[in-house]
T-cell receptor, first 113, second 119 residues
Framework: AQSVSQHNHHVILSEAASLELGCNYS??????LFWYVQYPGQHLQLLLK??????LVKGIKGFEAEFIKSKFSFNLRKPSVQWSDTAEYFC???????????FGAGTRLTVKP | GAVVSQHPSWVICKSGTSVKIECRSL??????MFWYRQFPKQSLMLMAT?????????EQGVEKDKFLINHASLTLSTLTVTSAHPEDSSFYIC???????????????FGAGTRLSVL
């Protein structure tokens, strides 16, 4: 079955620390990959997306993600987090044989000032 | 950019009443709209997918008669929670996928969500 896994449920970091959030999916075919962020009390916002081409994708607010096809992974990274990055992060995958998007369980990031 | 408007943002209703939530794509035509449900501290769970002019496709375990979805035009979809009960209290989020003309048509744009509280 097609699924999306985010292994980190809650991550707590201090400001300026580096961030990496894991995302894996199970599907052997073509996928489109997304990371969304949900700040407290706000709606989902697209951070970055991968459709094809360079597997290293740069998004807004200094975030980037790398698609590693052999590992079925699309991990989110940021070299130096800020307090304002405190939010819930969702990995999402659009499987090519489905019209919809499947979400991972989400990772809550807390950045201590 | 593409904007999806969802209304109302918060609704409180008595048990047994019905509630309608609207989802509009403001500056693009949405061929497909999606309805999600999000429980506190959990991820988004897809409830149903609707294409304009056709019946919605519901995910397994979602009651069609309870969650009525109408997608009458390319810019409007509605979700009606019929005979709502306290267990239906949740955060409902819609999203829309556009036709060519939006920046990248394979992207889903999300509404701000509707918090439903059933007393």
């Amino acid at each position: 079955a097609q699924s999306v896994s985010q292994h980190n449920h809650h991550v707590i970091l201090s400001e300026a620390a580096s961030l990496e959030l894991g995302c894996n999916y199970s599907y052997g075919g073509t996928v489109n990959l997304f990371w969304y962020v949900q700040y407290p009390g706000q709606h989902l916002q697209l951070l970055l997306k991968y459709f094809s081409g360079d597997p290293l994708v740069k998004g807004i607010k200094g975030f980037e993600a790398e698609f590693i096809k052999s590992k079925f992974s699309f991990n989110l990274r940021k070299p130096s987090v800020q307090w304002s990055d405190t939010a819930e992060y969702f990995c999402a995958v659009n499987f090519y044989n489905n019209n919809d998007m499947r979400f991972g369980a989400g990772t809550r990031l807390t950045v201590k000032p | 950019g593409a904007v999806v408007s969802q209304h109302p943002s918060w609704v409180i209703c008595k048990s047994g009443t019905s509630v309608k939530i609207e989802c509009r794509s403001l500056d693009f035509q949405a061929t497909t709209m999606f309805w999600y449900r999000q429980f506190p501290k959990q991820s988004l769970m897809l409830m149903a997918t609707s294409n304009e002019g056709s019946k919605a496709t519901y995910e397994q375990g979602v009651e069609k008669d309870k969650f009525l979805i109408n997608h009458a035009s390319l810019t409007l979809s509605t979700l009606t929670v019929t005979s709502a009960h306290p267990e239906d209290s949740s955060f409902y989020i819609c999203s829309a996928k556009g036709l060519a003309g939006v920046n990248v048509k394979n992207i889903q744009y999300f509404g701000a969500g509707t918090r439903l509280s059933v007393l």
